[in-house]
């Protein structure tokens, strides 16, 4: 079964601190993705990878950062955590074209005080 | 660019009733459509996707939806809800470039609550 594991599932970070919220797939894919979710909202995309090595930014980057080392891995890094990005964060993994599903992980619960 | 509606934000339906959730979108070429839903503290799941082809689509759990590219709409429905169908439901569009899959744009969602 197709697996996206995301940790930590919860964090409590200090305005100004760094942080860095970690996904890992197994389901050999070459797409991954970063998403937020604000209460009552779907989800934005905010960065994505085709490839090892290679980030992409989406529709929100601002403030983010994102990382893949490989192929299995998508980091998503916040250097200055602010209040405004108290949110759930969910990692995705697709193996590319239109014709493929996405899977999502459970999602980080990020508040930032 | 792209974008998608859904009207209600939270729908409220008695076990056993049928249920309709709307999603309107936006978009200038051929839309890849899908409905996924939350439920609580977990991730999104996929229900059904549209490609071209029969506007009609079936999912999983008695799921299906619609689409009609007249009214730029892509609704779902189920003819008897259950409680375990308590949940939010997202709508979500995806480019038509041939990759990407997972680069959507949802929806607000709607929370179906289900009532005995």
């Known amino acids: 079964e197709a697996a996206v594991t995301q940790s930590p599932r919860s964090k409590v970070a200090v305005t100004g601190g760094k942080v860095t919220l970690s996904c890992h797939q197994t389901?050999?894919?070459?797409?991954m993705y970063w998403y937020r979710q604000d209460t009552g909202h779907g989800l934005r995309l905010i960065h994505y990878?085709?490839?090892?090595?290679?980030?992409e930014k989406g529709d929100i980057p601002d403030g983010y950062k994102a990382s893949r080392p490989s192929q299995e891995n998508f980091s998503l890094i916040l250097e200055l955590a602010s209040l405004s990005q108290t949110a759930v964060y969910f990692c995705?993994?697709?193996?590319?074209?239109?014709?493929?599903?996405?899977?999502f992980g459970k999602g980080t619960r990020l508040t930032v005080v | 660019a792209q974008s998608v509606t859904q009207p209600d934000a939270r729908v409220t339906v008695s076990e056993g009733a049928s249920l309709q959730l709307r999603c309107k979108y936006s978009?200038?070429?051929?839309?890849?459509l899908f409905w996924y839903v939350q439920y609580p503290r977990q991730g999104l799941q996929l229900l059904l996707k549209?490609?071209?082809?029969?506007?009609v689509v079936q999912g999983v759990n008695g799921f299906e939806a619609e689409f009609s590219k007249s009214n730029s709409s892509f609704h779902l429905r189920k003819a008897s809800v259950h409680w375990s169908d308590w949940a939010v439901y997202f709508c979500?569009?995806?480019?038509?470039?041939?990759?990407?899959?997972?680069?959507?744009?949802f929806g607000e969602g709607t929370q179906v609550t289900v009532i005995s």
């Open positions: 995705a993994s697709s193996g590319g074209g239109a014709n493929t599903e996405v899977f």
């Open positions: 389901n050999n894919h070459d797409y």
């Open positions: 990878s085709y490839v090892a090595d290679s980030t």
């Open positions: 978009y200038f070429g051929t839309p890849y």
């Open positions: 549209y490609y071209p082809g029969d506007p």
């Open positions: 979500a569009v995806s480019m038509d470039t041939g990759g990407l899959s997972g680069k959507l744009t």
